[in-house]
């Protein structure tokens, strides 16, 4: 009888029944030629728990047990269950080695995309969480009822501090909630970091005593993680409730050491979700935004962009919709985070967005819809609040450019155009 090579089909029972205490993970396959669906999914669980390309002389009978599992199989969506043992408690990178790791660069699968992965509370429970969530940040910043608003000050790049804290004073003090670095804002020869932190929170406080609202700024941290320690101290030092943090960029395993770093500070975590597209946009491979949003909220961010819909960045709203609710969604004793709709937005479209979404728990995150408008900074942010009020009173943005100067601008330069 001729010896057998391999052993992937023994990943795969369609009979088994997942224990509240395995991890399972969602993935869509497309076979290579020549593979069936049933060995592309045994290849899978094989790949990313303790399989190898062929059999062994030597086995341990305990390994059986740390094998996953291919439960169900619809279509080319397969569900795969993980004995918790394979996992090291409180590591998403060790996590995503398994389950996104070589199991990608297989020959024998045409295309391959994470969907999921259901974590259960024994996991969960080695995780921070949000320091503050949805409820948490309303309370430090008084703002109840309605979206929070923030601004970039565009262009992205070229300010010097000056320019961007005198910018910056005419965006808050027109009515948006935050200041908001742009995600390649680091620490620039014409622009330091350490300057523009003194200005702009120099210029919020101002703005505090005229305005009576209490203002934020989500100030981008982003570097290596010794540069990053240096930078949330001096915004903690400075007064700051916020750090931003291009999370994709720095890696998971940083964003999980100053989620910690930052828990001793008090502050908050802004993640920005710059590089995702390069590998959530696909619909057939990679993994999706879905996933990220969610190891995100379970390491600790309080924020995270998500999509805006009618805005110029690709993002379907059944996927927003989807990571939105997640957001919101009661999971053990994580606190909520806050979506993020950002990229192309202006007056005209915040109504549609925030209908859309069916929640005001969502930052409104507006840059050349506010920097762009004819009359102003100052203008554009009293026309995105006044877009806001109009959707929270029931009436038209025509009814309530009536009475709006600003917004009867906008209306007439932008229209509700959906940027491309």
């Not at 043992?85 to 990178?93: M, Q, R």
């Not at 045409?110 to 969530?133: A, F, H, Q, S, T």
């Not at 109840?144 to 790049?157: C, D, F, S, Y």
């Not at 330091?192 to 700024?217: L, M, Q």
Request: proline share 5%; charged share 25%.
């Amino acid at each position: 009888m001729e010896e057998k090579i391999d052993w992937y089909l023994d990943f795969l029972d369609l009979d088994y029944k997942p224990s509240k205490t395995d991890i399972i993970a969602h993935f869509y396959v497309e076979p290579a030629e020549g593979i069936s669906m049933e060995e592309a999914a045994g290849r899978v669980a094989s790949e990313s728990s303790v399989g190898t390309w062929t059999t062994l002389s030597r086995l341990p009978e305990r390994i059986n047990k740390l094998m996953a599992k291919v439960y169900e199989i619809n279509g080319n969506v397969i569900k795969v269950a993980y004995p918790l043992d394979l996992w090291e408690p409180g590591s998403i990178p060790q996590l995503l080695s398994g389950v996104a790791g070589n199991i990608f660069g297989m020959k024998a699968v045409k295309n391959l995309r994470l969907l999921d992965i259901e974590l259960p509370e024994e996991y969960v429970k080695d995780y921070l969480g949000p320091e503050y969530g949805i409820d948490g940040i309303r309370s430090i910043f008084k703002i109840h009822g309605r979206p929070l608003t923030a601004t970039v000050p565009k262009p992205k790049i070229g300010y010097d501090p000056d320019e961007y804290a005198e910018v910056s004073y005419e965006i808050l003090s027109g009515g948006i909630d935050f200041i908001k670095d742009d995600e390649n804002l680091g620490s620039l020869k014409f622009n330091k970091f350490e300057d523009r932190a003194v200005k702009v929170f120099k210029i919020r406080e101002k703005v505090e005593d005229e305005t009576g609202e209490r203002k934020g700024y989500l100030i981008n941290i982003t570097a290596p993680v010794k540069e990053m320690e240096k930078r949330a101290k001096l915004v903690a030092d400075l007064g700051g409730e916020y750090v931003m943090i291009d999370i994709i960029t720095v890696g998971w395993a940083a964003l999980q050491y100053m989620r910690e770093f930052c828990h001793d500070l008090k502050l908050a975590i802004y993640a920005h979700r710059a590089m995702h597209a390069a590998f959530t946009r696909n619909k057939k491979h990679g993994i999706r935004m879905y996933v990220v949003a969610k190891l995100a909220r379970l390491i600790g961010v309080d924020n995270i962009h998500t999509g805006a819909i009618y805005g110029k960045l690709e993002g379907p709203a059944k996927d927003v919709l989807e990571i939105n609710k997640f957001l919101y969604s009661n999971w053990y004793h994580i606190k909520k985070t806050f979506p993020v709709a950002s990229g192309g937005l202006h007056p005209g479209l915040i109504p549609k967005v925030l209908e859309t979404n069916g929640s005001v728990d969502l930052f409104i995150q507006v840059g050349g819809g506010v920097l762009g408008h004819p009359s102003g900074p100052k203008a554009g942010a009293k026309a995105v609040r006044d877009s806001i009020s109009a959707y929270l009173e029931g009436i038209s943005l025509e009814e309530a450019a009536k009475k709006s100067k600003e917004l009867e601008e906008a209306l007439k330069k932008w229209h509700y155009i959906i940027p491309v």
